[in-house]
């Protein structure tokens, strides 16, 4: 059975924005029970700060889980005369931290969060915010699942947390659980083995709007995504609202359970892409003034202008380096600097498009679509297309096995696998041998 703390705890994580509640709550530890809970903080700001703007929710919170009023108090851990409840102490001296880390992040909150207001739209994402938006204003009615899809970088796991955060502005009361797909499967499992089953059904078929980020993890999970369907299904049928996302569209998703690419496929499925010239500047402007960054409007073009086929973390990056450069050196951001930061980001981005067009060749090759070689599909001619694409990407743009693995979604065996094979019917097999070189001439 649950303490009162860990139902609380369960509670919470569906109100309070998952962010802070990683950073402030999670790592709460309740010290005593009695007729007044006591509930300790890792330090003496982080107890002030949980005090300020969370003690009203977690009071109340208890209240609803016991059923009664139990009165909650704040400590410090390791603090016996730790200051409690009222007012705040404005000398406390940084106390000698106990031993226990201090797990989440120890700063505010930033104001820049995942949210809709920060987010750039382009052609790049218009339809995926959109969507996004009209989930968040009206859940459960008309796209239901969204089913957000794209490459890394790209703003899915921004949408989905600004999808949760404007939900939980709109609608006070509203259970709204945005979780990583990774956390899904572990807190199943770690239900499944500590035989809490019944308390984890219950937490997630009380929800009202349930966003699963990058939910590709769970695919080849039997047991996890009978679970997901299984309360996919429940909340679905009382309207609720559920949101993905992932790396690739359902269909390509390898080993993705047929229950549930079908459910997704049966909702919204908007995709998000890379950027183009214009957006690429609106997002590195913004992502300036929110930094508090001075860019000459000609270092803003030339990054924009530069930065092709760049991800919006990619984007970020190039800034974070920027800025990191003239704060260590104190050099001016001049067209000179902009250069040197993109040259390098421009060599990994360079590997990615020669990536994509050996597979374009490929795929014309063989008179199939690109993202078909990317798929799960067995026959035999894709399969032979596949292994081409993997053994030229490792001869020619010598990419690790585990990335190209990761492109195909197979693991670095596999791709070993049709490296080998490939090298070994180029020799035996006139056909691949043929196929081989004229793709090889043709780079
Ligand atoms: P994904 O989940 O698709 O891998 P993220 O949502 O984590 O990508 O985005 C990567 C970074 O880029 C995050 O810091 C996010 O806030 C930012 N970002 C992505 N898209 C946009 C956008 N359209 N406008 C502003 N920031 C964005
Ligand atoms: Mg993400």
Redesign the pocket.
């Known amino acids: 059975m649950d303490t009162l703390w860990d139902q609380a705890l369960a509670e919470l994580q569906l109100v309070v924005p998952s962010q802070e509640f990683a950073a402030w709550i999670s790592c709460l530890r309740m010290a005593a029970d009695g007729d007044t809970m006591t509930v300790e903080a890792p330090s003496q700001f982080h107890r002030n700060w949980v005090q300020r703007h969370f003690l009203e929710r977690i009071r109340s919170t208890v209240e609803t889980v016991a059923g009664r009023a139990v009165p909650v108090q704040l400590a410090v851990s390791g603090e016996p005369n730790a200051t409690r409840g009222g007012a705040e102490t404005a000398s406390a001296p940084p106390v000698a931290r106990r031993s226990t880390p201090q797990r989440g992040a120890a700063s505010p909150p930033a104001g820049e969060g ?1 949210r809709f207001d ?5 052609p ?2 218009e339809l995926a ?1 959109a969507a996004a938006q009209a989930v968040a204003t009206g859940p459960g009615r008309q796209y239901n699942p969204l089913c957000i899809h ?12 600004a999808i949760a955060h404007e939900l939980r502005a709109r609608f006070r009361s509203a259970r709204v659980l945005a979780i990583g797909a990774e956390r899904f499967v572990n807190e199943m499992v770690s239900a499944v083995r500590r035989q809490q089953m019944e308390s984890f059904h219950h937490r997630y078929r009380r929800i009202d709007t349930l966003l699963v ?2 939910v590709q993890f769970i695919a080849g999970k039997e047991r996890t995504q009978e679970e997901f369907l299984h309360t996919f299904n429940l909340l679905c049928a009382a309207g609720k609202q559920i949101v993905v ?1 992932s ?1 690739k569209p359902p269909r390509e998703i390898r080993d993705l359970e047929i229950g549930l690419r079908s459910r997704f496929e049966g909702g919204l499925i908007v995709e ?1 892409t890379q ?1 183009d010239r214009e ?1 690429r500047r609106r ?1 590195l402007a ?2 300036a003034v929110a930094a508090e960054m001075t860019l000459p409007p000609e270092v803003l073009d030339y990054l924009a202008e530069h930065l092709r086929g760049a ?3 990619e ?2 990056g190039a800034l974070t380096r920027l800025r990191a450069s003239t704060s260590l050196t104190g050099r001016a951001v001049d067209l000179a600097l902009a250069a040197e930061i993109v040259t390098p980001i421009c060599g990994g981005m360079r590997n990615r498009a020669s990536a994509d067009r050996i597979e374009q060749l490929v795929a014309t090759k063989f008179g199939l679509e690109a993202r078909a070689l990317r798929s799960a599909g067995r026959e035999t001619r894709l399969v032979l297309a596949r292994q081409l694409a993997m053994y030229l990407l490792r001869h020619r743009l010598s990419l690790s096995l585990a990335a190209i693995g990761e492109r195909y979604g197979r693991d670095h065996s596999t791709v070993l696998h049709a490296v080998r094979v490939i090298k070994k019917r180029r020799d035996c097999d006139p056909e691949v041998g043929r196929l081989a070189l004229a793709l090889e001439e043709q780079l």
Request: include cysteine.
């Open positions: 995942p920060t987010f750039v739209v382009g790049s994402n915010c794209g490459g890394v970088g790209l703003g899915k796991t921004h949408l989905i947390q980020d990058d996302s790396d998000v950027p957006t997002i913004h992502k991800s919006v973390r984007l970020e």
